[in-house]
């Protein structure tokens, strides 16, 4: 156990210090927060500052409602009343302010209201803040218990035919988390499986790989290796996560619709749960690669074709959005190497059964330690033939516990 360790540290250690891995852990959250942070400049820069006028012929605006709006959104604009429609025109040509609003005598019967805005400053008509301003006038008179009523607004609880899924309205931003989760996470296993690959053939292309297995056996080489590249891949997936939340944070600043975002608990637990044994399974695949191949680019040949058995779901997008019991999607949640991204993609849309979960996870987790076992056999198959690539054929009587079969035809020497 302690050689594994052993192992496991020096892999760490060697792979966090590469330039590359540095170069992809701290460039992605820095373009993350990058990218906020010029929305956010460029959405703050291209807000017109001059007020709203509006020329209330109704007698139903009341601006003792702004203070209340203001207080509950900082960016809010301030309105200026005008008594006619020309001092307002007037202010407008003379740029003082930005656009202008009339509400008629007959607005309540009517419902139509007039908007003049400069040619050139389209954006300038802040609708949205003008209807806050309008809502918020007539419910202001209204009696104080309808006040209350219609300021608290409905509480709508969204349930799943089968009761499992309940959630309130303001957790409905919350559906589009698993897609931008599913994406995440997708780059990050894709990143993995390529470290997993460079680990196992780098070593046997430089013959560092025979003097290792004379001090360990290959299951603790290769168990060792394994753990220190997962524990290499957490460090970059947490720091990207906490560039993510970053971005999040700072968007919800600037953008209002990021502000009710809530994180749905529920997916994190699942996204945990089939995390690991998704990781252990692509661990195992790519080392089980990485010793049947003798240079990086064979292995990274194969990798690429294995990579496309994880994103299949990606190709499904428009099915999972539109039927996402669909008996295909169904199959993808129980197969091993589709059932991460399956799940978390259909849990934004629909209840996943719990017995698909639960024989979806027990089918991963069980193809994720055979895959270490397979990776295991034809590890050390791999260092009985050093130097040449193993075949299907090989790789299989290997696993049968027959004698591996040089190309040559003799039998490698064990001694």
């Known amino acids: 156990m302690h050689k594994l360790w052993l192992v496991a540290k020096r892999e760490y250690l060697q792979r966090v210090r590469e330039k590359s891995f540095l170069f992809m852990t701290l460039g992605f959250p820095l373009l993350i927060i990058g990218v906020s942070v010029v929305a956010g400049l460029v959405s703050a820069g291209g807000r017109d500052a001059r007020p709203i006028g509006y020329v209330d012929q109704a007698g139903l605006l009341d601006r003792a409602?702004?203070?209340?709006?203001?207080?509950?959104?900082?960016?809010?604009?301030?309105?200026?009343?005008?008594?006619?429609?020309e001092a307002a025109r007037l202010a407008l040509k003379e740029g003082r302010i930005a656009a202008y609003y009339v509400m008629p005598g007959d607005y309540l019967q009517q419902k139509e209201l007039t908007l003049t805005y400069d040619e050139d400053e389209p954006r300038a008509a802040k609708t949205r803040d003008f209807s806050c301003f309008v809502r918020a006038s007539l419910v202001a008179r209204q009696p104080s218990e309808v006040q209350d009523l219609l300021d608290d607004g409905l509480t709508i609880t969204i349930r799943s035919i089968d009761g499992r899924r309940v959630m309130s309205e303001g957790g409905v931003p919350s559906f589009l988390v698993p897609f931008v989760v599913t994406f995440f996470l997708f780059f990050a296993i894709s990143t993995a499986g390529g470290y997993l690959l460079q680990a196992m053939t780098e070593e046997k292309e430089n013959r560092t790989m025979e003097i290792l297995a004379t001090s360990l056996s290959p299951e603790q080489l290769m168990a060792g290796k394994a753990l220190g590249l997962i524990a290499v891949s957490l460090t970059q997936i947490l720091i990207w996560l906490s560039a993510l939340f970053g971005g999040l944070w700072i968007g919800g600043?600037?953008?209002?619709?990021?502000?009710?975002?809530?994180?749905?608990?529920?997916?994190?637990?699942?996204?945990?749960?089939?995390?690991?044994?998704?990781?252990?399974?692509?661990?195992?695949?790519?080392?089980?690669?990485?010793?049947?191949?003798?240079?990086?680019?064979?292995?990274?040949?194969?990798?690429?074709?294995?990579?496309?058995?994880?994103?299949?779901?990606?190709?499904?997008?428009?099915?999972?959005?539109?039927?996402?019991?669909?008996?295909?999607?169904?199959?993808?949640?129980?197969?091993?190497?589709?059932?991460?991204?399956?799940?978390?993609?259909?849990?934004?849309?629909?209840?996943?059964?719990?017995?698909?979960?639960?024989?979806?996870?027990?089918?991963?987790?069980?193809?994720?330690?055979?895959?270490?076992?397979?990776?295991?056999?034809?590890?050390?198959?791999g260092m009985l033939q050093y130097g040449q690539r193993l075949s299907l054929k090989t790789i299989v009587q290997g696993l049968r516990g027959q004698p591996a079969v040089r190309s040559n035809g003799e039998a490698p020497n064990h001694a």
């Not at 409602?65 to 429609?85: G, I, K, Q, Y």
């Not at 994190?268 to 995390?275: D, E, G, Q, W």
């Open 253 to 381: 600043r600037f953008i209002s619709e990021l502000q009710g975002l809530q994180l749905p608990w529920d997916m994190v637990l699942v996204t945990a749960l089939y995390f690991l044994p998704s990781f252990v399974l692509i661990a195992g695949i790519m080392i089980a690669i990485g010793g049947a191949v003798t240079k990086q680019q064979q292995g990274q040949q194969v990798a690429g074709i294995i990579n496309l058995l994880f994103v299949v779901p990606m190709f499904f997008l428009v099915l999972i959005f539109e039927n996402p019991e669909s008996p295909l999607l169904v199959g993808l949640t129980l197969f091993p190497t589709t059932a991460f991204l399956t799940v978390l993609l259909r849990w934004g849309m629909t209840s996943v059964p719990m017995w698909q979960l639960v024989l979806s996870w027990v089918l991963l987790t069980s193809s994720a330690l055979c895959s270490i076992w397979v990776a295991a056999k034809v590890f050390r198959i």
């Open 65 to 85: 409602v702004l203070p209340l709006l203001v207080e509950d959104r900082p960016s809010f604009t301030s309105m200026e009343a005008f008594a006619d429609e």
